[in-house]
């Protein structure tokens, strides 16, 4: 049996007549670039999450630029982030000549820690934005982290790139705070035909500047008070993610139900004392999405033999990501060494990708279940309890 990390063709498949159908109609309108489709799904993701305005834009990477640069964060400032995400969070950062302050992740939800964005934050000057990452599509605690913006008159910028569609206590990832932004990469949970992303913001003041630097700063036409870029989203992206918004919340429910099949398939087999598996935070709380499960990530002892293992088995998995950000090379003018945020560290050399889709069969499920309780098995290790 074969189980990909992922397989688009089998959302694409039941939904291309309408796909190419919507694609169609941009085409033959020939207005490609913004425009009513734009329109359309920026209103759509303004009432999907509650956020208060909604600038489509050409990827998650220039939302979070173009937000930045709104903002005027340039050289002189701080910004702390997390150092356990995409290249993208800490990227856009340093792009614009700001100073990069990581802080080390809660090791149970690979999120940010609130004990450790404190310390960063009595410690560092000219803090100019936290960038709390929701990542693999579960929540931050944002509770504290506002807790501490306030108290440090800091604005909070979330990155929910992987997280269209989770809620927390506070509200909707990604329009909890005073901006956010959320990528349609095609692997997201709400995925384009190529790149595409969304800023959020509060503020109109804020998103009316957004909307003019992401086409070169430009207002009125051809007349420049400041400079932008093109950061415009394409039509044909539109359309296809408006005719895809409104099967979200059921890919996400499917997702959380290959989550449920995972978390009793190993309880069964003995592995929930040897697989660290994902925590759900705001569970709690009695919020629906609390996880959407963009990605179902474990933490496997012997992590690199499984993986090896299982590419034998034709399952496919994967490492987010072998290399926390502040041991990149292209940050090593930041000082920092291994060693300085342990919890991250520790995620990137244990942590393992599973795959998971709403179209998974469950069947897929229980083989790759089975194989990992067969390689821990061969090793000795299942029932003995061990989670490292
Ligand atoms: C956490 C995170 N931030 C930012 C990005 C950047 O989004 P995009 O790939 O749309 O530029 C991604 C996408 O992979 C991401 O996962």
């Known amino acids: 049996m074969r189980v990909p990390l992922l397989d688009l063709k089998l959302q694409y498949a039941p939904l291309k007549a309408e796909i190419l159908a919507a694609i169609e109609q941009v085409t033959d309108s020939q207005q490609l670039v913004l425009g009513p489709q734009v329109d359309a799904l920026e209103a759509a993701i303004e009432a999907y999450t509650g956020a208060g305005h909604a600038i489509g834009v050409s990827s998650g990477t220039d939302a979070q630029l173009v937000l930045l640069m709104a903002l005027g964060i340039g050289p002189g400032d701080a910004v702390i982030t997390s150092p356990y995400t995409f290249f993208a969070t800490a990227g856009c950062v340093q792009r614009l000549g700001a100073r990069i302050v990581f802080a080390d992740i809660d090791p149970l939800t690979f999120n940010i820690c609130p004990t450790a964005l404190k310390n960063a934050l009595s410690q560092t000057p000219n803090v100019k934005a936290i960038i709390p990452v929701h990542l693999f599509g579960c929540c931050a605690d944002m509770e504290a982290i506002q807790v501490l913006a306030t108290q440090y008159g800091v604005p909070v910028l979330e990155d929910a790139a992987q997280a269209l569609g989770c809620a927390h206590p506070l509200g909707s990832a990604g329009a909890i705070a005073q901006a956010g932004w959320y990528s349609f990469y095609p692997t997201k949970n709400l995925g384009a035909f190529g790149d595409a992303g969304m800023v959020t913001c509060r503020d109109a003041d804020l998103a009316a500047k957004i909307r003019q630097l992401r086409n070169h700063g430009m207002e009125p036409r051809y007349y420049h008070n400041v400079v932008g870029g093109n950061f415009r989203l394409d039509a044909i992206q539109a359309a296809v993610l408006n005719l ?145």
């Open 244 to 388: 895809k918004l409104p099967h979200l919340d059921s890919w996400g429910q499917g997702r959380r139900e290959r989550a449920a099949q995972y978390r009793d398939g190993f309880v069964s087999e003995g592995l929930d004392g040897i697989l660290g598996l994902p925590t759900e935070p705001w569970a709690q709380s009695g919020v629906p999405n609390h996880h959407i499960y963009n990605q179902f990530i474990i933490r496997a002892p012997h992590r690199d033999a499984l993986r090896s293992f299982l590419t034998q088995a034709d399952i496919g998995s994967e490492i987010y990501y072998p290399l926390p950000l502040h041991l990149q090379e292209c940050f090593k003018h930041l000082g920092y060494r291994a060693g300085d945020f342990p919890e991250a560290e520790l995620a990137a050399q244990k942590t393992l990708a599973l795959p998971i889709f709403p179209e998974l069969k469950e069947h897929q499920v229980e083989y790759v279940v089975n194989r990992i309780s067969e390689f821990y098995k061969i090793g000795g290790l299942a029932g003995k309890n061990r989670a490292q």
